[in-house]
């Protein structure tokens, strides 16, 4: 409890920071003497404007990111961004014939949003007013904008001025060119989208959640979703620049997907995804400024893919790691109480149960005598085995001859103690037939605790069973035959 | 009147599925809401809610409109209707119950977040609180969300198929919990597929096909008649059902 409202509050910290961040962001682009010697970066101003203007978009991006993953819709940002192509060239176009900067940002921008919101409302279109699902018109959209716009930019490209060269920037990345403007540019737009979901977060939440409960609270969903779709296209409006139209995809959907594999509520997925696209892109920008070759959008993706790898990999949550982990910690323990219990039941066969007795050390057997481990593999048997003696459980007399210790025989009673309860709670309670329940405690047994073997006991009749090891229910060792005995009741 | 429907109807794409519903149900009671499959069930707590764009008629809750007593309505959707790998936790599911009195934007006070403690208690599920509602069983899902409207502090509960695949422990819980609403005074309309428990479940019926078959309480309602008029040719369902009544009858001293 006290652990999930400290960890509320530092994800609520970190979305703060991530807004100050944005304005921190401008302030250090300020070529001031204070921040000069504040900041002793080996980077020179160019390199600082971009790093800072990269990383603000990843922060920003990651955050957006989440929700349009949680709503499945993270390739509307794709269409949006392959629909800003014929908005930049008919900016262009136009700014050169009212004899303007065509490549200026003020110009080029507004066009890109445009057709990128024209792009989108399409899709929207498309999927409202005809049979097509949403895929599909995406799919549509998508091709027909990119494609319109390359022909705009061959057109462009062929025009006497000749001078439209560094259009092709917006397509993969170019970094580079990353002017203090832009960069401030990126900082106000990032601010204003984080703020806004800071402020509208409930009413986001239940609409990425759950929109009828939205509209049944009479939040304006309607509103909400123009508001985050309006923030996606600024986002990557503001984002083509420096990653480029193909690729800013990356920055909305790596960031957030990466970051689901390390915690299980919203805000902190939020605040883990902005800090991935935050590293993601300061590195990827950092990369292309030292390699100028590589183009800015490819390196900030690569970088983006190997945190996402190392997410799906060591994630706390659902990490395929510590998957494997715990399957393997699973099945070693499994191993170890199954041979407990076979080790017992080989004693209980020869008459000699060493806790009736109160032996200190059990008669002595061969591992290969034991029935129900017969047909493991030797090498996992002598794990198991070694194991046992390791921990003290088992002592080795012989070559093949083995004993049980005070200890092993402490913790053999135990388990084969469960592993007969269970069959008992499922022979009584749930009236399972003789052959199942061997089956059925064993599958069960191994995730019983002490509290609910305690629980076992209460429930099963004749309470009394008190520290004794109930009597088995099939015949040990023998299970073949009983099988086959039940098989012959069934078809006589 | 909790609620009153006059001459509502609804289409999809020109098919009609729901043709001129008159409906009043009293305050208070515990209502089931019965039909064979397309009788229009879900879409008529929808229409209830103007979710669904309707082509003609009047809803009024309380004697107003919905939009005015909106707060003191809930409706807890068909479980699959949202996306149970969402990151959040029980709790955070219930709370959102409460978004709806808590303002704009101010964070939330001790009061949502005790609405929201005490509503995951009433229905059992106060130890699956900090729980990721992507490990929840289906029963205890469907908990969560009935947690979630009771959070709500709703006079009006709408509930669509809430017993849909869930265990018996759950069900037993849910009942349980709509008795205690009911003995608070609160209405519930709920849809319900399982014929044999609708009589031991409910105090008022609704029998809907397209429209109104039958509504009233549940002695006058649940006859072989009626549903014979609901269910028309299903003949497996009837037989099972006119059983099920003789049984009752039966019973009946």
Not at chain 1, 24 to 42: C, D, N, Y
Request: aromatic residues 8%; proline residues 4%; neutral net charge.
């Amino acid at each position: 409890m006290i652990l999930h409202g400290i960890s509320f509050g530092i994800s609520f910290g970190i979305l703060w920071v991530s807004l100050s961040f944005h304005l921190l962001g401008i302030a250090m682009l300020m070529e001031t003497a204070a921040v000069e010697s504040l900041t002793p970066f080996i980077f020179d101003y160019n390199t600082r404007v971009v790093v800072v203007g990269t990383s603000l978009l990843g922060l920003a991006g990651g955050a957006i990111g989440v929700l349009l993953l949680l709503r499945k819709r993270a390739l509307i940002g794709d269409a949006i961004a392959h629909a800003t192509l014929p908005g930049l060239a008919l900016a262009f176009f136009v700014a050169t014939a009212l004899q303007i900067d065509g490549k200026s940002l003020w110009i080029l921008l507004p066009g890109a949003a445009i057709t990128g919101l024209i792009g989108a409302m399409t899709v929207v279109a498309i999927r409202t007013f005809s049979p097509i699902k949403e895929d599909a018109a995406m799919g549509i959209v998508l091709s027909v904008f990119f494609g319109a716009g390359i022909a705009m930019m061959r057109i462009i490209q062929q025009m006497p001025d000749g001078y439209a060269a560094g259009l092709e920037g917006f397509i993969f990345g170019k970094t580079a060119s990353m002017r203090f403007q832009d960069a401030c540019l990126i900082a106000v737009s990032g601010a204003t989208v984080v703020g806004l979901l800071v402020l509208f977060r409930r009413q986001v939440e239940l609409m990425c959640f759950d929109e009828s409960l939205a509209r049944t609270q009479g939040w304006p969903v309607t509103f909400v979703d123009i508001g985050l779709m309006a923030a996606t296209t600024t986002i990557v409006i503001v984002g083509l620049q420096a990653v480029g139209m193909i690729l800013i995809i990356a920055m909305l959907v790596i960031p957030a997907a990466a970051a689901r594999f390390w915690t299980w509520r919203l805000w902190p997925t939020i605040a883990t995804s902005s800090f991935i696209g935050c590293i993601g892109a300061a590195s990827g920008a950092i990369i292309s400024t030292m390699a100028p070759r590589v183009p800015s959008g490819a390196a900030i993706v690569i970088v983006l893919v190997i945190l996402f790898s190392f997410s799906a990999l060591f994630g706390r949550k659902n990490g395929t790691v510590w998957r494997w982990a715990r399957r393997f910690q699973q099945r070693r323990e499994t191993d170890q109480q199954h041979l407990l219990r076979s080790i017992y039941e080989w004693l209980e066969l020869k008459g000699s149960k060493p806790h009736d007795f109160g032996q200190t050390r059990s008669e002595s057997f061969l591992l290969n005598d034991l029935e129900f481990v017969r047909n493991w593999s030797p090498s996992r048997l002598a794990r198991t085995a070694n194991r046992f003696q390791r921990n003290g459980l088992l002592v080795q007399l012989s070559q093949n001859r083995w004993a049980l210790t005070a200890t092993g025989i402490q913790q053999c009673v135990r388990a084969i103690r469960q592993h007969r309860l269970l069959e008992l709670y499922f022979a009584q309670i749930a009236n399972l037939s003789p052959e199942a329940i061997d089956r059925g405690a064993d599958y069960s047994e191994h995730a019983l605790d002490d509290q609910m073997l305690a629980e076992l006991e209460r429930d099963i009749d004749g309470a009394s069973i008190g520290y004794e090891v109930p009597e088995s229910l099939h015949p040990i060792g023998n299970i073949q035959s009983l099988n086959n005995q039940s098989r012959n009741e069934a078809n006589p | 009147m909790a609620i009153s429907i006059r001459a509502m109807t609804v289409a999809y794409q020109r098919k009609p599925v729901l043709w001129e519903v008159n409906l009043d149900i009293p305050t208070g009671k515990l209502v089931g809401l019965v039909g064979p499959n397309g009788a229009g069930k879900s879409t008529l707590l929808k229409a209830i809610l103007g979710m669904v764009p309707t082509i003609g008629g009047s809803v009024s809750i309380f004697g107003l409109d919905y939009q005015d007593v909106r707060s003191r309505v809930a409706y807890v959707p068909q479980r699959s209707s949202v996306d149970w790998d969402f990151p959040a936790t029980v709790r955070d599911v219930v709370t959102m119950g409460t978004y709806g009195s808590a303002g704009w934007f101010w964070p939330l006070t001790k009061r949502e977040r005790n609405r929201a403690h005490e509503a995951m208690e009433q229905v059992g599920i106060l130890d699956l609180a900090n729980r990721p509602i992507n490990q929840l069983s289906g029963g205890q899902q469907q908990r969560a969300f009935l947690a979630r409207a009771l959070a709500q502090q709703a006079d009006l509960f709408l509930m669509d198929e809430p017993f849909a695949a869930v265990d018996a422990a759950t069900e037993r819980a849910i009942v349980d919990c709509l008795r205690r609403l009911q003995e608070l005074g609160k209405t519930t309309l709920l849809v319900h597929h399982d014929l044999h428990t609708v009589p031991e479940y409910f105090d008022y019926l609704v029998l809907l096909n397209v429209r109104t078959v039958a509504v009233g309480p549940m002695a006058e309602t649940f006859t072989d008649e009626n549903l014979q008029r609901t269910y028309g040719g299903r003949l497996t369902i009837l037989d099972e059902v006119s059983e099920a009544i003789r049984r009752r009858e039966a019973a009946r001293p």
